[in-house]
């Protein structure tokens, strides 16, 4: 089966850094890929990791974990932009379909 | 790069009407597109998998008889929801990705609402 699990909802204020992780249970993997989706609006691209370790770009940096099943999405010097939902997904055997996670939504507070 | 376009952006109709949305790739060739659905707050269901060419895969408890997809070339794929009834009332997303290790970018949605 396939499983990914995010928190459902963070908070935190502008400026800070937060951390949002995500676990996951695939039947294969080929990448794991997160996306920021504001309220009515599509999902955008945000970050991908194939290979263990961090990648980073700019304020968003993204971590992943392939023997333990686990990533983070960090990010720094919030702003109030940032509120939105954090989508984690997971490319598994095949280079086919993406599983989302249901999402974690973060509040971003002045 | 990577631009996915989507049309319409938002559909009201009456219960019983077909509608066509249609998803472009704009600078990439899409050798593989999808079509979710998303209910407020949810995350995004797929719904099915299309390949240029080919007959699309759809997921576990979509009816393909509903919810017909073509994928007729590398830039465009269409999802024709036949029949609309209240309860096909969702945001439909599509995304497309070209050959490879490539993410999946997203069209901007279809919010379908039937009276």
């Known amino acids: 089966g396939q499983n990914i699990d995010q928190p459902t909802e963070m908070t935190a204020t502008e400026g800070a850094i937060v951390q949002i992780n995500c676990t996951y249970q695939t039947s294969g993997f080929n990448g794991l890929f997160w996306y920021q989706q504001h309220a009515g609006e599509a999902p955008t691209f945000l970050s991908y990791?194939?290979?263990?370790g961090l990648e980073e770009k700019g304020r968003f940096s993204s971590f992943l974990s392939r023997s333990k099943g686990y990533s983070y999405l960090l990010l720094k010097e919030l702003q109030m932009k940032d509120s939105a939902s954090y989508l984690c997904a997971v490319r598994g055997r095949g280079f086919q379909k993406l599983v989302f996670g249901t999402g974690t939504r973060l509040l971003v507070s002045p | 790069g990577a631009v996915v376009s989507q049309h319409p952006s938002r559909v009201i109709c009456k219960s019983g009407t077909s509608v066509k949305i249609e998803c472009r790739s704009l600078d990439f060739q899409a050798t593989t597109m999808f079509w979710y659905r998303q209910f407020p707050k949810k995350s995004l269901m797929l719904m099915a998998t299309s390949n240029e060419g080919s007959k699309a895969t759809y997921e576990q408890g979509v009816e393909k008889d509903k919810f017909l997809i073509n994928h007729a070339s590398l830039t465009l794929s269409t999802l024709t929801v036949t029949s609309a009834h209240p309860e096909d009332s969702s945001f439909y997303i599509c995304?497309?990705?070209?050959?490879?290790?490539?993410?999946?970018?997203f069209g901007d949605g279809t919010r379908l609402s039937i009276l």
């Open positions: 995304s497309a990705r070209g050959p490879g290790e490539q993410p999946q970018h």
């Open positions: 990791n194939v290979l263990d």
